[in-house]
């Protein structure tokens, strides 16, 4: 028999497919409770408000992501790991889309969450830099200290809005598909491409093919 899971725990996934689904702007705490077929005072003793839901979604989030964001330990990566690091951006991205959608006004909201996002940008942004100069030291890539730090800049933008690109193309926003997603991490190896020396290309380009998506099924609408 599957153990209950508790009551704060359901709430926050919950919350998470109903963000996920209508955007965090249409849902209310009374909206969660209804869902859940709770009541609202039963929720609050769990959280006060629904920036208090938001914080404990943004640390999955966080954890989730500085689980896989690191180089190898003890060797030099491969292109089977640059794979394993798309795959893991696209599953974050995917399921955590409603915090790529309403960033702006989630961070605006809440300053402490503006804040802890601040350091979360700069740590990943380190742990970036120090994957690419891996995958140059591996001879995968070719590039030097000031072409990474550009790289790994230019990925960190697409990768944070690419849904709310998404968002300003699809006449419904909460109908994104896991295909516009996916063709958000293809931009970044599009990114990476000039830097692929020799030896890595054809393993690379394989890559590419895995992850490309045409653009108008990207920009299609769920049903």
Same mark, same amino acid.
């Given at each position: 028999?599957?153990?209950?899971?508790?009551?704060?725990?359901?709430?926050?996934?919950?919350?998470?497919?109903?963000?996920?689904?209508?955007?965090?702007?249409?849902?209310?705490?009374?909206?969660?409770?209804?869902?859940?077929?709770?009541?609202?005072?039963?929720?609050?003793?769990?959280?006060?408000?629904?920036?208090?839901?938001?914080?404990?979604?943004?640390?999955?989030?966080?954890?989730?992501?500085?689980?896989?964001?690191?180089?190898?330990?003890?060797?030099?990566?491969?292109?089977?790991?640059?794979?394993?690091? #798309?795959?893991?951006?696209?599953?974050?991205?995917?399921?955590? =889309? @409603? !915090?790529?959608?309403? $960033? /702006?006004?989630?961070?605006?909201?809440?300053?402490?969450?503006?804040?802890?996002?601040?350091?979360?940008?700069?740590?990943?942004?380190?742990?970036?830099?120090?994957?690419?100069?891996?995958?140059?030291?591996?001879?995968?890539?070719?590039?030097?200290?000031?072409?990474?730090?550009?790289?790994? #800049?230019?990925?960190?933008?697409?990768?944070?809005?690419?849904? =709310? @690109? !998404?968002?300003?193309? $699809? /006449?419904?926003?909460?109908?994104?598909?896991?295909?516009?997603?996916?063709?958000?991490?293809?931009?970044?190896?599009?990114?990476?491409?000039?830097?692929?020396?020799?030896?890595?290309?054809?393993?690379?380009?394989?890559?590419?093919?895995?992850?490309?998506?045409?653009?108008?099924?990207?920009?299609?609408?769920?049903?």
């Amino acid at each position: 028999m599957a153990p209950r899971i508790k009551t704060r725990e359901r709430i926050v996934q919950n919350s998470l497919e109903l963000f996920n689904q209508q955007g965090e702007r249409s849902v209310s705490t009374n909206h969660i409770a209804a869902h859940m077929e709770m009541s609202p005072g039963n929720l609050y003793y769990h959280f006060p408000n629904k920036q208090a839901i938001i914080a404990e979604l943004f640390t999955e989030y966080e954890a989730l992501v500085d689980s896989f964001l690191r180089p190898p330990k003890g060797r030099l990566p491969s292109v089977e790991d640059k794979r394993f690091y #798309l795959m893991e951006l696209l599953d974050g991205m995917w399921r955590y =889309r @409603f !915090l790529h959608r309403d $960033l /702006e006004h989630l961070l605006d909201a809440d300053p402490e969450l503006a804040a802890r996002y601040r350091r979360f940008s700069q740590h990943c942004l380190i742990q970036g830099m120090a994957i690419y100069s891996g995958f140059v030291e591996a001879g995968i890539l070719r590039m030097d200290k000031v072409q990474i730090e550009s790289l790994t #800049l230019n990925v960190w933008i697409i990768l944070t809005s690419w849904v =709310r @690109f !998404l968002c300003t193309t $699809l /006449e419904d926003a909460t109908r994104l598909s896991e295909d516009a997603m996916r063709r958000g991490v293809y931009q970044v190896l599009m990114l990476e491409l000039g830097y692929v020396t020799p030896e890595a290309r054809d393993a690379v380009n394989a890559l590419c093919e895995e992850f490309y998506v045409p653009l108008g099924r990207a920009l299609e609408e769920t049903p």
